[in-house]
C-alpha cells in the first residue's frame, strides 16, 4: 500500500504528508456491505433503545431555537415553528435525542479518521477546481439540502433511513427526489472531478 506522500505525489489534490506522517499509511476503507449492515444494526438499536429512529436535521433546528430565544424570546414563543421545539416536551431542547446524536456522530468520524490514519487538514476536489470554489459548491449544495429537509420534515437520515425502514412513502419519495437530483446535477460538475 502506498504512502500519504507517495500518493501525495502522484495526486496533486492530496495535501503534502506532515513528517510525522510520513510513515504512516491510512487504513483501507471499509466494506460497504457491512457497513450498511452495521448502520441497519445501529437504526434498530436506535428504535429499541430510544423508541425513535435516527436524524439529523432537528438537531439543527432545536439548536437554532434556543438561539432564537435567547436573542428574542418574545419572537421565538409567537412562532409556532420554534415553539415547536421549545416546547417539545423533552426539557431543554438542547437535551434532545438528535442533539446527542450529531454530537455523537461528529465525535464518531473524528475518532474514526484519527485511528484510521486520514486526520488531517485538506479539502476533497477535483483538479478543474479551485478550493474557494469547491468550498462554495459545498456552501450551496449544503443550503439547498437544508431547506430541502425542512420542505420534506426531515432529511437523509430521519426521512429516507428512518423513513424508509418504517416503509413510510414520504421516506421513499424523498430518497428518489435525492438520487435523482444528484444524478442530474452529476452531469454538470463531474467535469471538477476528472
Known sequence: MASVSDVAAVDNRLPAA????KHRTAASYSNPYLAGVGLGL???A???IMGRGLG???AFSSAVAVAVEAGNPEHASENAFY???LESGVGHPL???LVFEVIGVA???FISAALAGRLRKTVEKGPRISTRGRLGL?????TLMGVGSKLARGCTSGQALSGGALLNVGGWAFMLMVFVGGYALAYFLRREWR
Open 18 to 21: 506532515t513528517p510525522a506522517a
Open 95 to 97: 437535551k434532545s435525542w
Open 56 to 58: 439529523a436535521s432537528g
Open 46 to 48: 436506535s428504535f429499541v
Open 107 to 109: 465525535l464518531g468520524g
Open 138 to 142: 459545498a456552501f450551496v449544495g449544503g
Open 83 to 85: 415553539s415547536g421545539y
Open 42 to 44: 445501529v437504526l434498530l
